[in-house]
C-alpha cells in the first residue's frame, strides 16, 4: 500500500513520519474535536458546514483554533490531491496540544498550542454502497454517554463498544436509548418514517447535530416531505414502516432490522432510498 501523505501542525509528511507528543492532551484526556468530510468525485461534500460545527465544538470547550477556515479548506484540498482521493472521507482532528507532562488542568494556551491533524481515507464505493442496497441491521443499547454530545469530541471509547456489541449480536450498529428514547447511532443520526413522515429526535444536547441531518432534512422539506422533529422509542421505531441513518460517511442509509425484528417488507424503504438520492444529487451540485 502507498504511504499516505497526512497534515500535522502545519506541515504535509508521509504518514509514517508524522509525530505528535505523549503528552498531548489529545491521546491523554480525550482532550479533543475532530470532524469527519466526505470527498466524491475529488471534492468536499458539505465542507462549511463542517467547519461551522468544529469552530462551535471548539468554542463549547475553550479551546483555540489554530487554522483559518480557508487554510482548513485549502488543506483538505490538497491532501485530495497529493492522496488522489476519488471517494472517500478527510478525518480532521484538534487537540488542546501537548504541555508536556500530565495534568487535568487545562494548560495555558499561550504556551501550549493546539494540536491538528488531518488524514485522508479513500473509500471506493462510498457512493455507489452495496450496503445501502441491502440496507443495515441495527440493535439497541442503553445510551451510557456524558451529556454533551453535541459537542464532537474524541472520547468516542462507548460508541466503539457499542458497534462491538452489534457485531457480536450480527448486526451492523447499534441505536443508543436513554429514558426509553432512541438519542442516535454510534457514528450516525437516526430516523423512522411512518406513513409519509420522517421521524427525528429534535437537537438538544443529547445528540450530534448532524450536518448531514441538516442537509437531509432541508432537502426532504424542499420536496414537500413532512418532518417531524421529535423522540421516539424503540417500540415505536421496530413498529414504524421504514427507518435509516445519516452520517457523513454512510449518506442516508437504510435500516432494515431493529433488534432482530423486520422492519415493513425487511428491504430499504422508499423514502430512505429517494432521500439518498435527493441527498447525493444535490450535495454533488454543492461540493466544493
Ligand atoms: N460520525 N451522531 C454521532 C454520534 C456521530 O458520531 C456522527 C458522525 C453523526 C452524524 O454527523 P454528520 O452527519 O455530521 O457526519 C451523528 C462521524 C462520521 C464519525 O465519527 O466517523
Redesign the pocket.
Known sequence: MTLRTVYVNGEYVPENEARVSIFDRGFLMADGV???TSVLGGKLI?FD??AV?LQRSLDALDMANPISKEDLLEVHRELVRVNEVDEG?I?LQITRGAPGDRDFAFPDPDTTEPTIVLFTQKKPGLADSPAAKKGIKVISIEDIRWGR?DI?TVQ?LY?SMGKMMAKKAGADDAWMIEDGFVT??????AYIVKGNKIITRALSND????????SVLRFAREAQMEVEERNFTIDEAKDADEAFI?????FVMPVVEIDGVALGDGVPGRVAQRLREIYLEESLKKAI
Not at 184 to 189: A, I, K, L, P, R
Not at 207 to 214: E, S
Not at 246 to 250: G, I, K, L
Open positions: 475532530y470532524e469527519v458539505d458546514g463542517h460545527r472521507m478525518y454530545r464532537k468516542l460508541p442516535e447511532g454510534t457514528s450516525n443520526n445528540i450530534l447535530h448532524g450536518i448531514t441531518r441538516a445519516t452520517s457523513a460517511s454512510t
